[in-house]
């Protein structure tokens, strides 16, 4: 398994603007490409202004795949579009993760 662990951070202000945006114009797309996320949480405490979601692949080659038929999609490159214009977005971490060996997940 390969848990792909990203972390959006919002101009300060905008975080529920851009989700709204992104349940609007991206999650049904995403999750048509990439499958359901494992997670897909908004900070509670510290930043904020930022969410993460997590995404989970068989492997590495699954995961490029997926990302790559995404990025065909025209409703994906419109939703991308409209994210830019609207500028909430300052920054992403993405963490490429596998479990440790006791855990099974």
């Known amino acids: ?8 951070t919002c101009r300060p202000g905008t975080i529920k603007k851009h989700l709204a945006l992104y ?3 991206g999650y049904e797309t995403q ?6 996320p494992l997670a897909y ?3 509670e405490t510290g930043d904020v202004n ?21 990025q065909k999609d025209p409703a994906w490159a419109g939703y991308l579009k ?7 977005l300052v920054s992403q971490e993405n963490k490429l993760m596998t479990p440790v ?3 099974q997940p």
Do not use: C, N
Request: glycine letters at 4%; a positive charge; proline letters at 2%.
């Open 1 to 8: 398994m390969l848990y792909d662990v990203r972390t959006y």
């Open 23 to 25: 349940a609007e114009h």
């Open 31 to 36: 999750s048509r490409h990439l499958g359901k």
């Open 41 to 43: 949480m908004q900070t």
């Open 50 to 70: 930022s969410y993460t979601h997590i995404w989970v692949y068989a492997s590495a080659a699954d995961r490029e795949a997926r990302r790559q038929a995404l």
């Open 82 to 88: 409209i994210s830019a214009e609207a500028g909430f």
């Open 101 to 103: 060996p006791f855990f």
